[in-house]
């Protein structure tokens, strides 16, 4: 007797990608495609209605993120597998899926057949984490060279830690709101972090900042 197959649903707002991939994996004798959705909303909809194994889901979506789908989804299953694919596959999409609660992560530009190996991974073994780069970014996370800040930087962190908002760091900097939200951005790349809290939380674990002060604008 032949054992079933795993079912897949898959999220992204390319209907060619949703297709080639569809096709890639009814290729496979142990794999079947039972739903597509387009959006966070409609991917959301489809596992409710159909509890499939394995949902794999674009990480940038219309209405919402790959992330929100993994965090709901998870909150309910700890068995269903979660699988995100981006083309954005950087340390910080790496580390924010994996602690969202996915099974995977795999970049677009990776080969069909990792697809399908995260998928059938996720099946398996839902709440332990896969992705071909995630042992080069815990390397770089724990490196202290890819934290060092340039001055600048570090000024800006320390107003951060003071609770300012991007205006108002450019303000007390002589900077463009523009240009203080970039150093942001940078800021956060460099210690692989999503947000505010997480940057100063890794800041003060790693020696960048002593304190955090009192929120402020």
Do not use: C, W
Not at 13 to 34: K, N, P, Q, W, Y
Not at 118 to 126: K, M, N, V
């Amino acid at each position: 007797m032949s054992r079933p197959r795993t079912t897949v649903v898959l999220v992204d707002d390319h209907e060619l990608i949703r297709t080639g991939l569809a096709g890639i994996f009814d290729l496979e004798e142990d794999m079947s495609v039972v739903g597509q959705a387009a959006t966070l909303a409609e991917g959301l909809r489809l596992y409710a209605e159909l509890r499939p194994d394995v949902v794999v889901t674009d990480l940038q979506l219309q209405d919402g993120t790959g992330l929100d789908l993994v965090r709901q989804v998870r909150r309910e299953s700890d068995t269903v597998g979660l699988v995100v694919l981006t083309m954005h596959a950087g340390d910080a999409q790496i580390f924010a899926s994996m602690e969202s609660g996915a099974s995977g992560f795999v970049g677009k530009d990776a080969p069909a057949r990792d697809v399908v190996e995260a998928a059938r991974h996720a099946a398996i073994s839902p709440r332990s984490f896969v992705s071909a780069g995630l042992v080069q970014a815990m390397v770089r996370r724990s490196s202290p060279e890819s934290m060092r800040l340039s001055d600048r930087e570090h000024e800006v962190l320390k107003l951060l830690a003071d609770g300012l908002s991007a205006a108002a760091i450019g303000e007390r900097l002589y900077l463009s709101e523009s240009t203080a939200k970039s150093h942001i951005a940078k800021i956060y790349q460099r210690l692989g972090a999503q947000n505010r809290a997480q940057a100063l939380v890794t800041a003060m674990r790693t020696g960048l900042l002593s304190a955090v002060g009192p929120a402020t604008r």
